[in-house]
């Protein structure tokens, strides 16, 4: 974690227990039980068990999968409400952007590929409620009158695919063969043959994938030679005075609004403390461009000075 | 009085360091750096988080009385600075109190036996206990843990409260719809002096016209004067209580029973409905009458 110039004029978190001034009680009480001691948590389960984080705790990479899981089936309900507090309702722009500058959808009217093979291919990972699909397809029917474009959401998660299909309803793609949505662990996506994806998206998502590098490998093989890759995820900011403040807000603002909203300020906590262990725009860039991508310019695009950036890569032709 | 003249002196290095040497109740931290926990689940919190905390969770819990965690999240928040400290000062300053918080019990399904309490001889504590919770459709797993509070110690008396809040409804009859609780929080109020309890007495603004009239001109005036002459409720060691006549336990606390919501209102209900009916069979009839 990034130690601030407070922290390094003060004593380190072992000393100030050690230091702490006795007070005198009218009895000192000892419990008989172990009710309110201070546990050390243990989390992993054998030593040659590789660990990974989820959030700012280690845990056995096995597991992680499980707790991340658990927060976002806790989460779903209240998911959409959540965001627009969080985000004061600006992750709704950046959805739009990354949407627009994506620009899906081709006409077979006015394009000679498009008439070969109409609609795009498109797969949207984690992308369970479905916020990017629906962006997606409203992009291609209404700027491109593209009703051929088909859109698959994927999610490991069944209670946000539940929210996803929910919402759909409301879509007019719910009854159409336009929107598909399966149950997936983006690391293995056996069900999608390879090179048949003209785009790959991942919004919000790739933070909680036990490999990331594994989901990047799993994203080159589906998509098709020339076909995007393109990423929306948290990233660090850049201006430091604003970093300040929207560290402040993470960690402070945004469990306690995930406690008053949602009844569950834990979810919160882990997800500010991912965002923070999220590599910044140039490593995952780099782990882009390892997974064997070409990344256009300087690869990403900050969004509110960084908050988010988009990052993309195009699957070289052979 | 201590803890504000500490926050309030000077910058100097000497004072610095003793600050920084505090526990979090009166050491300034900054949310990017919060001292470790006091004990499992413990979040310290800032003073603003924690009046945010307690403005957000009041108006939440106003607005959907359902959310129990907010209701438990404003009692934490408002419990400090002085609340808790007396109400552990209660404990300490009684025996059966000292034992409690040297035992730390806590009241969950499995430490209390369900079909061991049904067993029971009517008119004891245990059964009484057992009664309400299988009346009301409540278990004894319902409650929220500690984790605002700092200090350990009167984080466990918050938890004692919350857990113990079931016996108080055993204790005093009281049913687990709104009116009940608004009731019981009164009560729980004169007896704890706890601010939530106080607070929550607001949600007197969702009840009836009928139940608001009940609530000021009965149960009111009962919670007040029976919580602030009755002996001090956390105090009683309930695990070896379960056993004990439930109207000797109240005698000795000096409690009275109030009268029993439930019936007065199934009473009412029953009697607005024969009137009802009366009133139907008397337009019907004067309906043939006209034919």
Request: contains cysteine; glycine residues 6%.
């Amino acid at each position: 974690m990034n130690q601030s110039f407070r922290s390094l004029i003060r004593r380190p978190a072992n000393a100030h227990a050690l230091s702490r001034p006795q007070y005198r009680y009218y009895a000192i009480t000892r419990p008989r039980f172990q009710h309110f001691q201070n546990q050390p948590s243990s989390t992993s389960s054998s030593k040659d068990e590789r660990t990974t984080h989820f959030g700012f705790e280690t845990v056995a990479e096995s597991l992680k999968e499980s707790r991340v899981g658990a927060v976002f089936s806790s989460v779903a309900s209240s998911y959409d409400t959540m965001n627009d507090l969080m985000s004061l309702g600006i992750h709704r722009l950046w959805k739009d952007h990354f949407v627009r500058s994506l620009n899906p959808g081709s006409n077979s009217t006015t394009s000679a590929t498009a008439k070969a093979q109409p609609g795009w291919k498109i797969l949207d990972i984690a992308g369970g409620t479905g916020d990017i699909a629906f962006r997606l397809l409203d992009h291609a029917s209404t700027i491109h009158s593209d009703h051929s474009t088909h859109v698959t959401v994927a999610d490991i998660n069944p209670e946000m695919l539940a929210e996803g299909r929910k919402r759909a309803l409301q879509t007019p793609y719910h009854n159409s063969d336009q929107l598909s949505f399966v149950e997936t662990n983006a690391e293995d996506l056996t069900m999608i043959p390879s090179n048949s994806i003209d785009l790959y998206t991942v919004a919000f998502g790739i933070r909680n994938f036990t490999h990331k590098d594994a989901a990047l490998r799993e994203a080159s093989r589906v998509l098709k030679p020339g076909g995007v890759f393109a990423c929306l995820e948290f990233s660090k900011v850049q201006n430091p005075v604003f970093n300040e403040v929207y560290k402040r807000w993470s960690f402070s603002a945004i469990p306690l609004i995930g406690q008053l909203v949602a009844g569950d300020r834990d979810s919160y906590q882990y997800l500010v403390e991912s965002i923070e262990k999220f590599p910044n725009q140039t490593e995952f860039r780099d782990m882009i461009k390892e997974a064997g991508f070409m990344v256009p310019g300087k690869g990403w695009e900050d969004l509110t000075d960084g908050i988010a950036a988009i990052h993309k890569g195009v699957k070289p032709l052979p | 009085m201590l803890k504000r003249s500490l926050a309030q002196r000077s910058w100097s290095t000497a004072r610095f360091g003793s600050l920084l040497a505090a526990p979090p109740e009166i050491r300034l931290f900054s949310v990017l750096n919060r001292p470790p926990p006091n004990y499992e689940g413990h979040v310290p919190l800032t003073t603003i988080e924690r009046g945010a905390l307690a403005v957000g969770s009041a108006l939440g819990s106003l607005l959907n009385p359902r959310r129990h965690d907010l209701i438990a999240a404003l009692g934490e928040a408002t419990a400090t600075p002085y609340f808790i400290y007396r109400l552990r000062n209660a404990m300490l300053a009684s025996p059966t109190g000292r034992r409690i918080l040297r035992d730390r019990p806590r009241i969950t399904s499995q430490t209390l036996s369900m079909p061991y309490l049904r067993t029971l001889p009517p008119n004891t504590v245990g059964r009484t206990y057992a009664a309400w919770l299988d009346r009301e459709g409540v278990s004894p797993d319902t409650r929220d843990q500690v984790r605002y509070i700092d200090n350990e110690e009167c984080a466990y008396v918050m938890q004692r409260y919350r857990e113990c809040h079931d016996f108080s409804h055993a204790l005093t009859g009281l049913p687990v719809f709104i009116e009940g609780e608004i009731a019981l929080k009164g009560f729980e109020y004169a007896n704890t002096l706890l601010p939530m309890t106080g607070l929550s007495l607001t949600a007197v603004l969702r009840l009836k016209k009928a139940e608001r009239e009940r609530f000021f001109s009965t149960y009111l005036p009962w919670a007040l004067a029976n919580g602030f002459k009755a002996k001090e409720v956390i105090n009683v060691y309930w695990e070896e209580q379960l056993e004990t006549d439930v109207d000797d336990l109240r005698a000795e606390l000096g409690v009275e029973k109030p009268p029993d919501l439930r019936d007065t209102r199934k009473m009412l209900r029953e009697k607005r409905k024969a009137e009802k009916a009366a009133k139907e069979a008397k337009d019907r009839i004067g309906g043939l009458k006209d034919a």
